[in-house]
């Protein structure tokens, strides 16, 4: 099983990316996924979910309005479009998910600064 992210950089406040998560080694369409992040000092925060066919999606209080996730099960990827970044989104993000949300990936740096 490997979970792939890509995308992290830096970026001033107010800026946008998108993270990737290129996912292989089980049926990525049938489970759901999500975005974990941790920022220094700080406990790990669940900022985002998906379920499988996208019917459904989570998002914590603070990124609501900005961030958006979605998945292309034709492509075993899961998405993390992030707007209007903000100093406090700085974190390593992670991607998450399959089998009782059993796998993780290996993680990708998101700064926002000036």
């Known amino acids: 099983v490997q979970l792939v992210e890509s995308g992290g950089r830096l970026v001033p406040p107010g800026g946008s990316l998108r993270l990737s998560c290129a996912v292989s080694?089980?049926?990525?369409?049938?489970?759901?996924m999500s975005w974990p992040r941790q920022a220094p000092g700080k406990e790990r925060e669940l900022v985002a979910s998906?379920?499988?066919?996208?019917?459904?999606?989570t998002y914590v209080d603070s990124v609501k309005g900005r961030f958006t996730i979605s998945r292309d099960n034709a492509k075993s990827t899961v998405y993390l479009q992030m707007n209007n970044l903000k100093p406090e989104d700085t974190a390593v993000y992670y991607c998450?998910?399959?089998?009782?949300?059993?796998?993780w990936g290996q993680g990708t740096q998101v700064t926002v600064s000036s």
């Open positions: 080694g089980f049926l990525f369409s049938r489970f759901g």
């Open positions: 998450k998910g399959g089998p009782d949300y059993a796998y």
């Open positions: 998906i379920r499988s066919f996208g019917e459904r999606t």
